[in-house]
């Protein structure tokens, strides 16, 4: 059989176990293993063996809140097995405990030696990524300590501190050691005559620089209590569609995710926060626009999303270069990581700033959140990050003095940065890639609706008149513009991008479909867009392409170049039905929801690009969060755009 990863998510914290409940460490597989707090490895090794053997599998781990397996000793058919093992994993917030039930099966009594092997590596995230790069440590020391009950693995770098704390009631008989630097737990258990006996095992990591009084839960079964009473707290007072069942369980199941997937933050004041991460497994952390897309299509429903997320990028706002030539004054952060590597500044990600579009999303969901809840008080409370937002945009971000949003390639950091990030995401039809600036066309989009919302909060919350006019006015601008310069009359579609020197990129790409969302297009040119992204080159019958297929660029197995993202088609149907294409907003509805349905009604990151004609099933993108916000959100959204038909 072979062992496959199951992720357990709880806020920052997160485990991924094989088949048998196993955590073995091997690097280089392209998928994490083991259990992770705050980008870091605190269990490198968690290996069960009974009698000194590796137990046979009768039922694997299934991908739920919790893992559940059930083991039994390697036999034959002419040898029943003598006992049975029940597993039972859970991720609380930094902890991970597991309960571990054995049964005789024999009439006579029996005695069992097991053994858990654990070790704590405290690998950094990024040092398990596929690109295999390597980190100078100098310095680093790792270092055990057996404990009455179990053991404590520790870490230290200069001033970076953290550790891993195993204990286990029962204590175990002995803790011995591996030669490997992992330590052996070993209990010998005497069974009655068909008796049982139960083990559990707690580890509570503590990152460095956590100063939280941490509790362990009592078992598996309180921390699926916890989930469930914060994931009712998510779902409660929501009017699921009942018209649309499917679409119901969507959202619901959403929700549930948006509840597991919230991470620590601090507000300007200092207030703690919880706000929506990535996703999982890479990216449990603050991303910027990855916050506020998914408070923004949580919104209608979630309003306490987006007024968590606010705050918290608020306080991460750029006020100055610093270290980063894209750390500009106002600048909104793309990533925030609180790993050892980005600790001492060996990967930019600490605060990363790299994202040219984080800015103007901050500014539609503070627009869109003082609109929607009527509640301007966040609105005077941000309103200097707000100003310092749009001076960004008029200033560094470019829309003085080139008349778009602009970025360049960040060595060390990203080549794109827009949504498609990825090194080859801008491209021409013929796959070719710009040099240069790069002014992408969804990032106008979101600049437009960010000047307008903004004005809107001038007059509403602000009392300043003049600002108003003066950015209605650059939105007005920034509209003729684009549509003179990105509009390709031989496609009757937007370019993707123009590069340094004004010239189209060419691709015909799902980008445009944000345009519809932000309301920049004119409503001929929104029309013709709009029906254009249903012909069969974009739509799969999963959802709206990357890319248009048919282009040399196009590879339904590629990033953002041919794949089918679900956010990407929640904007898109938003937009859609902004233009009054209900139709069409439909079709892409359903289509999503039926890719949900056939994986439990969960949407992941992404789907490759094949077509429903040529497989009944959609294919997953090999590399993709199983768990994502805006994926988690996107059924909201789809809500939001055609109700529950």
């Known amino acids: ?86 597993r039972h994993q859970a991720v609380g917030d930094s ?90 737990l070993v209990w010998t258990l005497d069974l009655a005559p068909h008796g049982t006996t139960e083990l559990v095992l707690r580890v509570i990591a503590r990152p460095h620089g956590e100063k939280r009084a941490l509790r362990v839960p009592r078992d598996p079964a309180s921390v699926l209590e916890q989930l469930a009473v914060a994931e009712g707290e998510f779902v409660e007072g929501v009017a699921f569609p009942t018209g649309w069942p499917e679409l119901a369980e969507a959202c619901a199941r959403g929700l549930a995710d948006l509840a597991a997937l919230q991470v620590p933050a601090t507000g300007p004041d200092g207030e703690e926060l919880r706000v929506p991460s990535g996703g999982a497994p890479w990216f449990l952390a603050l991303l910027g626009r990855d916050a506020l897309l998914t408070s923004l299509f949580a919104l209608p429903y979630r309003p306490e999303l987006a007024a968590a ?10 006020t100055g270069t610093g270290l980063s030539p894209v750390a500009q004054p106002g600048k909104i952060v793309h990533e925030v990581r609180h790993g050892e ?68 390639a960040d060595e060390g950091g990203l080549a794109n940065q827009n949504w498609k990030d990825s090194p080859g995401a801008i491209c021409c039809a013929d796959g070719t890639r710009p040099t240069g600036a790069v002014m992408a066309a969804g990032a106008q989009g979101y600049a437009y609706d960010a000047l307008r919302r903004t004005a809107w909060l001038a007059r509403a919350a602000w009392a300043d008149e003049t600002y108003a ?12 513009r684009f549509q003179r310069d990105f509009w390709m009359e031989e496609h009757s579609f937007p370019a993707l991008a123009l590069d340094g020197e004004g010239h189209r990129v060419d691709a015909l790409a799902s980008d445009a479909g944000h345009l ?52 990407d088609n929640a904007l898109i149907t938003l937009g859609l039905a902004r233009y009054g294409l209900h139709d069409e907003a439909r079709a892409v509805a359903h289509a999503l929801v039926d890719a949900a349905v056939v994986a439990g009604y969960r949407l992941p990151e ?40």
């Open 309 to 318: 997320t606010l705050p918290a990028l608020a306080a991460t706002q750029a």
């Open 95 to 184: 902890s991970f405990v597991e309960s571990l039930r054995v049964t005789s099966n024999r009439p006579v009594p029996t005695t069992v030696r097991l053994a858990i092997t654990a070790d704590a590596d405290f690998t950094d995230q990024f040092e398990l990524r596929s690109d295999h790069r390597t980190y100078a440590k100098a310095g680093a020391v790792r270092s055990r300590e057996v404990l009455d009950d179990g053991i404590e693995f520790t870490y230290r770098r200069a001033e970076w501190r953290s550790c891993t704390t195993i204990t286990a009631d029962p204590a175990p008989d002995a803790v011995e050691e591996t030669g490997t630097g992992a330590r052996r």
């Open 341 to 408: 590597l980005a600790h001492f500044g060996q990967v930019p990600f600490g605060r990363y700033y790299g994202s040219v579009d984080a800015t103007p999303l901050f500014l539609v969901l503070l627009g869109a959140y003082a609109e929607q809840t009527g509640d301007a008080d966040l609105a005077r409370r941000l309103e200097r990050h707000a100003r310092a937002a749009v001076a960004w945009m008029l200033d560094h971000g470019g829309l003085t003095s080139r008349g778009y949003l602009v970025y360049r």
């Open 606 to 645: 992404v789907l490759a690009g094949y077509g429903r004609d040529t497989h009944p099933e959609p294919v997953p993108y090999p590399h993709a969060c199983v768990r994502e916000s805006r994926s988690a959100a996107a059924p909201l959204a789809l809500l939001t755009a055609v109700g529950g038909v």
């Open 516 to 567: 519809l969302w932000s309301g920049l297009l004119d409503k001929e040119y929104g029309e013709v867009v709009g029906r254009r992204l249903l012909e069969p080159d974009f739509f799969s019958g999963w959802g709206v392409r990357t890319l248009a297929a048919g282009q040399a660029a196009y590879h339904p197995l590629s990033y953002h170049r041919g794949s089918v993202w679900p956010h």
């Open 469 to 480: 006019a003066l950015l209605e006015q650059a939105a007005a601008d920034l509209r003729d």
């Open 1 to 86: 059989m072979t062992d496959r990863h199951h992720l357990l998510v709880h806020g920052a914290t997160f485990a991924a176990v094989g088949d048998r409940g196993d955590i073995s460490g091997v690097r280089g597989s392209g998928s994490p293993d083991g259990l992770f707090v705050r980008d870091a490895r605190h269990l490198s090794r968690w290996q069960l063996t009974v009698d000194g053997a590796v137990p046979e599998v009768l039922t694997p781990v299934a991908d739920a809140e919790a893992a559940r397996c059930v083991l039994v000793p390697r036999g034959g058919r002419q040898e029943p097995p003598a006992h049975t093992l029940f």
